[in-house]
């Protein structure tokens, strides 16, 4: 048992943090928020350049051997800095399927590009008709020559706007909500039949509505083995649930630390707001809230790392928990900063949307207690 | 970063489970389990046989019988000693008035009192509430008026936990009024409760049973070796105390080991039914419970590891206090649930020892449940009720 950190991930830790408070201004990501672009590409190019989207693929795909340890640093600082930079659609969501089931070849191809920053990819996860449950798809692919033919509709594919590349879960065999018969195919964003409707989120990432029609691609576009994409579809969304945990890990801490930071400086009655004993106590909840999340943030990080066969449940664990009590966390921010708290104007606005949506991705609180309860 | 225990602390593990399984006197664990109160006998007995494997002391410095062992260890141990549903040493000598003995005490003070607290042969209780000072200790008014080489102690202390048992209490008194702080008035004090002027009266608590009692000091002589450190630093000395009574009344490991004794029990049928456990709801909370309890259990073994690296238990144990108290009673009410109508009967002459377990109404201890529910709530109250705690991590964390 070791809660301590190596001095490379340490510096790892700090050279985010340094990038945030020097280069990753409030002001800034709202420049990029309110802009037609989904994310700044000199941003972007930054984190490639700092090896930072290297860091979490292997050595031998030019990579820097990050584990879940790295992924959890790094996702907190991106959550402290609210950043809307497309490293969970790119890095760990296309990235992940791509590393785990791509081939040497197919990986000289795409995956090469997202390590150095250079492509951009998106992971289409989410049916209209599924809801939470990824294994629940409807798009289907079927052989026809030499060539795959895949229909369908998918959903909140996020950086899908920007991708050049689509990662694709589609059906080959079995009923919608099997988990056989689920192939991966990566297909390129400009393929016809694709067409693609961008938006942003509440949360100002990038996103989009994407239906394929008869859209036909070569065999060397299937990812792994034919119908066995689920568990590589299911290691991939673990490891993106963990990485949103670990960025709502920073933000609740954020979150609390600038409320009780307005708390001391807002006066009314004569005195500062924080000497009311009404609002001490929900600040205390708060802190309380914030320290049991990053336990069990660092525990799912500890059992990910060490591939043990609970890390999949202690993650749901962890979102659960996450979804109860950062959502506590951060409307007690947005209350006790009073009025202030719902405006455009101020960063405690735009961390409580983000909250919002890191609820809802990859399954809200409900959906992920139904599964620690063996009930889904 | 890692969760695996070494070679060495699996050995441990084995060796702990081992002493539990083999030493913990079976008529003991018989009664314990079957929720039948023990005796002051039974617990001094249990305690020996804690002292004599050398683990009855576990945070003392090595010097005065400690373990030495490593936060890990302890650990485990908490673990192993909640598994074996084996009652902990009671708290009042080893946890609670020895480390302020140890700490701020005399050599003498050290060589008088450690020895027969680490053996159990004297028992000691607590003297910090009063009628009139529940949350606001520092109200207190059991007065020490010094003559000559005594104090004469008079007043009232309440909630004194198996006082009835008790051989020595430890007290804050005021031994002085005239301070510009009251929490400076304040000492603290070592008193045989035979001495003439003591008494003891049963509280009886809402359960039906004698756990509480109140204490009274009329003209109580009492030497003034018998104080702890310096006049009028009492308050400090208790503060601190309280903090390791904080660390300790989170109570991890009993949780843990009272949700697996729940899950089992809603996981079986009961007289042909459909065990509870299917029952979403109630799957639902379970698992809620079972979640913010291995959080609080990480949150722990956090608090270790920083003590290991050589930082005191500070404010922030009251954080393990509140979610550790909330997480018992929510568990006790789950209890409750479970036992459905069985949480009814109120008949306490079933949990004595000679009483049939299988002649009982009721499945096991199924009528208890609401007997601990009612009892339990104290523990959000006790040791600095929830809400001072938050006041306290108000003031000492977030600097409000």
């Given at each position: 048992m070791d809660f301590s950190i190596t001095e490379e991930q340490s510096m790892l830790a700090d050279s985010i943090a340094r990038f945030i408070d020097n280069d990753y201004s409030f002001d800034k990501r709202m420049q990029t928020a309110e802009s037609e672009n989904a994310f700044s590409a000199e941003v972007w190019k930054n984190c490639a350049e700092l090896g930072w989207t290297a860091m979490l693929f292997e050595d031998a795909d030019g990579g820097f051997d990050g584990g879940a340890v790295e992924m959890m640093l790094m996702m907190e600082q991106f959550g402290r800095g609210l950043v809307v930079e497309p490293f969970l659609a790119n890095i760990v969501l296309a990235g992940g399927v791509l590393k785990r089931a791509a081939s040497a070849e197919q990986k000289a191809r795409w995956l090469s590009g997202i390590v150095e920053g250079s492509r951009h990819a998106a992971l289409a996860f989410a049916e209209p008709q599924a809801r939470y449950n990824f294994a629940n798809i409807a798009t289907t692919a079927r052989r026809e020559g030499d060539n795959w033919v895949l229909d369908g509709h998918k959903t909140l594919v996020l950086n899908g706007g920007e991708a050049d590349l689509l990662v694709v879960p589609a059906r080959t065999a079995g009923d919608t909500t099997s988990t056989d018969g689920i192939s991966l195919f990566a297909i390129d964003a400009a393929t016809s039949g694709v067409e693609r409707k961008a938006f942003k989120t509440v949360d100002a990432h990038g996103a989009a509505e994407i239906s394929l029609r008869n859209v036909s691609v070569s065999n060397d576009a299937l990812l792994g083995d034919e119908g066995a994409g689920y568990s590589v579809l299911a290691e991939t969304i673990a490891d993106a649930t963990l990485a949103v945990c670990a960025e709502a890990v920073g933000i609740m801490r954020t979150m609390h630390d600038k409320t009780v930071e307005y708390a001391k400086q807002r006066v009314q009655f004569g005195v500062p707001i924080g000497s009311f004993q009404a609002l001490q106590h929900r600040m205390v909840d708060s802190l309380m809230a914030c320290e049991q999340a990053r336990s069990m943030l660092l525990r799912a990080v500890m059992l990910r790392d060490a591939d043990s066969a609970d890390a999949a449940t202690a993650i749901s664990e962890l979102k659960f928990l996450i979804g109860t009590s950062g959502r506590k966390v951060a409307q007690e921010s947005v209350q006790i900063h009073g009025g202030m708290g719902v405006t455009w104007e101020l960063d405690i606005a735009h961390y409580f949307k983000r909250m919002t949506a890191i609820d809802i991705l990859f399954g809200d609180s409900d959906f992920q207690l139904d599964r620690v309860a063996g009930l889904n | 970063m890692h969760v695996n225990l070494t070679d060495d602390e699996r050995a441990f593990e084995q060796e702990v489970r081992a002493f539990f399984r083999d030493q913990y006197p079976a008529d003991i664990r018989a009664k314990h389990n079957a929720g039948v109160p023990l005796t002051r006998d039974d617990y001094i007995r249990w305690q020996k046989v804690l002292f004599k494997q050398g683990w009855a002391a576990i945070n003392w410095p090595v010097e005065h019988g400690g373990t030495g062992w490593t936060p890990v260890q302890k650990y485990i141990f908490a673990n192993e000693i909640a598994n074996a549903n084996a009652p902990d040493m009671v708290p009042f000598g080893v946890k609670m008035v020895a480390p302020i003995i140890y700490t701020f005490g005399t050599e003498e003070q050290k060589q008088r009192f450690l020895p027969d607290i680490i053996e159990s042969n004297v028992w000691w209780c607590q003297g910090y509430s009063e009628p009139g000072s529940?949350?606001?200790?520092?109200?207190?008014?059991t007065r020490a008026d010094r003559a000559g080489d005594h104090y004469v102690i008079n007043g009232t202390k309440t909630w004194t936990t198996l006082g009835h048992f008790a051989d020595w209490i430890f007290c804050l008194v005021r031994t002085s009024s005239d301070v510009a702080r009251r929490q400076e008035g304040i000492s603290f004090i070592l008193i045989d409760m035979n001495t003439p002027g003591v008494s003891v009266r049963p509280i009886i608590t809402i359960e039906g049973e004698r756990e509480v009692n109140e204490v009274h000091f009329e003209n109580v002589e009492v030497p003034v070796e018998n104080l702890v450190g310096e006049e009028g630093k009492g308050w400090t000395y208790g503060k601190i105390l309280l903090q390791h009574e904080r660390t300790n009344i989170a109570g991890v490991a009993r949780s843990k080991y009272r949700l697996n004794k729940l899950r089992e029990k809603v996981s079986q049928s009961v007289h042909?039914?459909?065990?509870?456990?299917?029952d979403r709801n109630f799957a639902r909370k379970l698992a809620s419970v079972a979640v913010e309890l291995t959080a609080l259990e990480f949150t722990e073994l956090r608090t270790l590891a920083a003590v290991a690296v050589g930082?005191?238990?500070?404010?922030?144990s009251s954080i393990l206090k509140i979610k550790g108290t909330e997480l018992q009673q929510e568990l006790d009410t789950l209890f409750v649930e479970a036992a459905g109508y069985y949480a009814l009967p109120y008949i306490p002459e079933q949990y004595v020892a000679d009483f049939a377990v299988d002649e009982r109404i009721g499945f096991g201890n199924e009528t208890r449940s609401s007997l601990i529910y009612f009892n339990n709530r104290k523990a959000s109250i006790y040791g600095g009720s929830n809400e001072i705690q938050k006041n306290i991590i108000s003031k000492h964390v977030l600097g409000l």
């Amino acid at each position: 048992m070791d809660f301590s950190i190596t001095e490379e991930q340490s510096m790892l830790a700090d050279s985010i943090a340094r990038f945030i408070d020097n280069d990753y201004s409030f002001d800034k990501r709202m420049q990029t928020a309110e802009s037609e672009n989904a994310f700044s590409a000199e941003v972007w190019k930054n984190c490639a350049e700092l090896g930072w989207t290297a860091m979490l693929f292997e050595d031998a795909d030019g990579g820097f051997d990050g584990g879940a340890v790295e992924m959890m640093l790094m996702m907190e600082q991106f959550g402290r800095g609210l950043v809307v930079e497309p490293f969970l659609a790119n890095i760990v969501l296309a990235g992940g399927v791509l590393k785990r089931a791509a081939s040497a070849e197919q990986k000289a191809r795409w995956l090469s590009g997202i390590v150095e920053g250079s492509r951009h990819a998106a992971l289409a996860f989410a049916e209209p008709q599924a809801r939470y449950n990824f294994a629940n798809i409807a798009t289907t692919a079927r052989r026809e020559g030499d060539n795959w033919v895949l229909d369908g509709h998918k959903t909140l594919v996020l950086n899908g706007g920007e991708a050049d590349l689509l990662v694709v879960p589609a059906r080959t065999a079995g009923d919608t909500t099997s988990t056989d018969g689920i192939s991966l195919f990566a297909i390129d964003a400009a393929t016809s039949g694709v067409e693609r409707k961008a938006f942003k989120t509440v949360d100002a990432h990038g996103a989009a509505e994407i239906s394929l029609r008869n859209v036909s691609v070569s065999n060397d576009a299937l990812l792994g083995d034919e119908g066995a994409g689920y568990s590589v579809l299911a290691e991939t969304i673990a490891d993106a649930t963990l990485a949103v945990c670990a960025e709502a890990v920073g933000i609740m801490r954020t979150m609390h630390d600038k409320t009780v930071e307005y708390a001391k400086q807002r006066v009314q009655f004569g005195v500062p707001i924080g000497s009311f004993q009404a609002l001490q106590h929900r600040m205390v909840d708060s802190l309380m809230a914030c320290e049991q999340a990053r336990s069990m943030l660092l525990r799912a990080v500890m059992l990910r790392d060490a591939d043990s066969a609970d890390a999949a449940t202690a993650i749901s664990e962890l979102k659960f928990l996450i979804g109860t009590s950062g959502r506590k966390v951060a409307q007690e921010s947005v209350q006790i900063h009073g009025g202030m708290g719902v405006t455009w104007e101020l960063d405690i606005a735009h961390y409580f949307k983000r909250m919002t949506a890191i609820d809802i991705l990859f399954g809200d609180s409900d959906f992920q207690l139904d599964r620690v309860a063996g009930l889904n | 970063m890692h969760v695996n225990l070494t070679d060495d602390e699996r050995a441990f593990e084995q060796e702990v489970r081992a002493f539990f399984r083999d030493q913990y006197p079976a008529d003991i664990r018989a009664k314990h389990n079957a929720g039948v109160p023990l005796t002051r006998d039974d617990y001094i007995r249990w305690q020996k046989v804690l002292f004599k494997q050398g683990w009855a002391a576990i945070n003392w410095p090595v010097e005065h019988g400690g373990t030495g062992w490593t936060p890990v260890q302890k650990y485990i141990f908490a673990n192993e000693i909640a598994n074996a549903n084996a009652p902990d040493m009671v708290p009042f000598g080893v946890k609670m008035v020895a480390p302020i003995i140890y700490t701020f005490g005399t050599e003498e003070q050290k060589q008088r009192f450690l020895p027969d607290i680490i053996e159990s042969n004297v028992w000691w209780c607590q003297g910090y509430s009063e009628p009139g000072s529940g949350s606001d200790l520092a109200s207190l008014k059991t007065r020490a008026d010094r003559a000559g080489d005594h104090y004469v102690i008079n007043g009232t202390k309440t909630w004194t936990t198996l006082g009835h048992f008790a051989d020595w209490i430890f007290c804050l008194v005021r031994t002085s009024s005239d301070v510009a702080r009251r929490q400076e008035g304040i000492s603290f004090i070592l008193i045989d409760m035979n001495t003439p002027g003591v008494s003891v009266r049963p509280i009886i608590t809402i359960e039906g049973e004698r756990e509480v009692n109140e204490v009274h000091f009329e003209n109580v002589e009492v030497p003034v070796e018998n104080l702890v450190g310096e006049e009028g630093k009492g308050w400090t000395y208790g503060k601190i105390l309280l903090q390791h009574e904080r660390t300790n009344i989170a109570g991890v490991a009993r949780s843990k080991y009272r949700l697996n004794k729940l899950r089992e029990k809603v996981s079986q049928s009961v007289h042909g039914g459909t065990p509870l456990i299917e029952d979403r709801n109630f799957a639902r909370k379970l698992a809620s419970v079972a979640v913010e309890l291995t959080a609080l259990e990480f949150t722990e073994l956090r608090t270790l590891a920083a003590v290991a690296v050589g930082k005191a238990p500070g404010p922030e144990s009251s954080i393990l206090k509140i979610k550790g108290t909330e997480l018992q009673q929510e568990l006790d009410t789950l209890f409750v649930e479970a036992a459905g109508y069985y949480a009814l009967p109120y008949i306490p002459e079933q949990y004595v020892a000679d009483f049939a377990v299988d002649e009982r109404i009721g499945f096991g201890n199924e009528t208890r449940s609401s007997l601990i529910y009612f009892n339990n709530r104290k523990a959000s109250i006790y040791g600095g009720s929830n809400e001072i705690q938050k006041n306290i991590i108000s003031k000492h964390v977030l600097g409000l």
